[in-house]
């Protein structure tokens, strides 16, 4: 399987802070890749699809980049509802796998 | 707009088969080209996908569970359900129900989540 290599796996910001999370693929997965924001009791929501495309209704604060192995996922001034654990998943071919996570906390 | 609801036992013994419904509203599992997936979070862990079945019929499964893992589909209720045999502690998890549009988006919708206790 191709294994996802997220980082950091939590990380403590100040409200209006610019927030970054990456993922490493063990392999190419071209940009098969998204982002998605996970909220206890509440269904996750896909904020990134193709890497780089902001999903409809979703803040532009958020964007991603990257392709073949390297991706980056920010947060470009963080706000107190943006306060979940943040996960990459590639879907280039089965089985589809996510990252470890990334927990977000506010200073 | 599609909207999911997974239902089910709470708690279920060692050993015995975990079984998990995905209530669908707003859309049909019956129409239209869509993959239907299962995806569970173990308490401190990370998301793992289960598997999914194609609305063709056709059915994919994580290799790590194939053995114990049926996914089949109600479409006279519009419900999708999970099968998990054999069950142990490490199957104590969130379950959740998620939609893909193929080649356009990858779980764009979901369900909220139950939790699956695994305990004698």
């Known amino acids: 399987d191709i294994q996802m290599t997220q980082s950091p796996s939590s990380l403590s910001a100040s409200v209006g802070d610019r927030v970054t999370i990456t993922c490493q693929a063990s392999q190419d997965i071209s940009n098969y890749l998204n982002w998605f924001q996970l909220k206890p009791g509440k269904a996750p929501k896909l904020l990134i699809y193709r890497a780089s495309n902001l999903e409809t209704g979703v803040p532009s604060r958020f964007s991603g980049g990257g392709f073949g192995t390297d991706f980056i996922f920010t947060i470009t001034s963080l706000q107190p509802e943006d306060i979940a654990t943040y996960y990459c998943q590639r879907y280039d071919s089965l089985p589809l796998t996510f990252g470890g996570g990334t927990k977000v906390e506010i200073k | 707009q599609v909207q999911l609801q997974e239902s089910g036992p709470g708690l279920v013994k060692p050993s015995q088969t975990l079984s998990l419904t995905c209530t669908v509203s707003g859309g049909s599992l019956s129409s239209g080209s869509y993959y239907w997936n299962w995806i569970r979070q173990p308490a401190g862990k990370g998301l793992e996908w289960i598997g999914r079945f194609y609305t063709s019929g056709s059915t994919d499964y994580n290799p790590s569970l194939k053995s114990r893992v049926t996914i089949s589909v109600d479409t006279s209720k519009n419900q999708f359900s999970l099968r998990l045999n054999s069950v142990t502690a490490a199957d104590t998890a969130v379950y959740y129900c998620?939609?893909?549009?193929?080649?356009?988006?990858?779980?764009?919708?979901w369900g909220q989540g139950t939790l699956v206790a695994v305990s004698s």
């Open positions: 998620a939609r893909t549009i193929p080649g356009s988006r990858e779980f764009d919708s």
